[in-house]
Each structure stands twice: as C-alpha cells, then as structure tokens.
C-alpha cells in the first residue's frame, strides 16, 4: 500500500484489462488513494466534457454520473454511454427495460480517498463471438473474471452467501473482494455467473 504522502499520479493508471487485486486495486484504480489524484489522472481521459462522456485504456466510452449520500460518501458512477454495447437486443424488446444493466465501474469514496473500486457486467454474452467485449476486462490472479462461472472461485477460496445483501464473500484467508451472481446461493443457482466484481480495502 503506498502511504498517502508518497501517492503521485503514476499510482493511477485505469485501465479497462488492468487485474483484479484484492485488498489493493481494480481497473488500475487503487483502494486508498486519495480523491483529487484521482480526479486529476481521471482529467486525462474525458473525450466529451460537455456530456461527461470518459474513455480509458481498452475501455468503450463511457458517462459519469456522480452521487453523494448523506453520510458524506460520493460515488463516482462510470456507465455505459452507447446502450447498444449491452447486447439488450438479444434479450429485451426495449433498452429502457430494467434489468440492463449499464454500470460499468464505480469508485466510492470516503474521507477523500478511493474505498472501493467495482465493476459490472453490462453486456449480454452474444453467442456468435463467445465473449464478453464491452464490459470491464480484469482478471483475478488465478485467471477469473466477469462473465465466469461463480463456482469458479471455488478453487481459490471459499465463498459464503449473504442472502440479505445478495452477494458472495470469500474465506478470510483471501478477502479483499466481494462477488455478485444470480442473485441466489449456488446450491439454488449452481450455473450463475460473476455479474460484479468490487475490491475493498483490508
């Protein structure tokens, strides 16, 4: 972990294929690295500042929509601009339906620093090509990414279920990333897959 007086704008490089970490960053975006670097590394990569439209290494362009809770904490919303990079045709009749999903990378924020870094799978898997193209392309030390089965974290950890959050957690001697799927427990959906990825800090 870089001490926050050593922090410089090289720490930052966002990268759409740059690994998961855990405990320590994604998408080349570290946990605990404070905010107005962030800000000023993410100057870099506006293509349409009147839209807040943004595109990073290997990424698709994508809108920045900011939130801040009462708490204090902001969220730095990252979604897909082009709604047509999600593939909803091939499940929807219309893109305003609910469940596509167009979030694409989210940094929360609190005390001014990175907190959590997480990512989503936004686009449905088009069977001509075999791949995932638009969404956030990390992967795990151990090769796992979106659009993986859940169970393939299995090999490298333990996960536990929480029914009322709706996501999985890994044994604590892995940590440092929590994993979205079906919603539902494996035991109910054995073939779901990775629909989110977020690093949090130790």
């Known amino acids: 972990m870089v001490m926050e007086n050593y922090w410089t704008a090289s720490d930052i490089e966002i990268n759409w294929k740059a690994p998961v970490i855990p405990y320590s960053s994604l998408a080349g975006i570290p946990i605990g690295a404070p905010l107005y670097l962030l800000e000023k590394n993410l100057a870099r990569y ?15 362009v994508l809108q920045l929509r900011e939130s801040i809770e009462d708490s204090g904490s902001r969220y730095l919303c990252f979604s897909i601009y082009e709604k047509s990079l ?16 167009t979030r694409a990378l989210v940094v929360s924020i609190k005390e001014n620093k990175v907190l959590i870094v997480a990512a989503w799978l936004v686009d449905f898997l088009d069977e001509t090509l075999g791949v995932y193209r638009n969404s956030y392309q990390g992967k795990l030390q151990h090769g796992v990414k979106l659009g993986d089965r859940v169970d393939a974290m299995l090999s490298i950890t333990d996960l536990e279920y929480d029914s009322n959050e709706e996501l999985f957690y890994p ?3 892995y940590g440092g990333l929590i994993v979205g799927g079906a919603p539902g427990s494996l035991e109910d959906f054995p073939d779901q897959i990775i629909l989110s990825m977020r690093v949090t800090p130790p």
């Open 86 to 101: 999600t593939n909803w045709n091939l499940v929807f009749d219309s893109p305003d339906n609910p469940s596509v999903e």
């Open 171 to 173: 044994d604590k001697n």
């Open 46 to 60: 506006v293509v349409d500042e009147k839209n807040n439209l943004y595109q990073f290494e290997e990424s698709p």
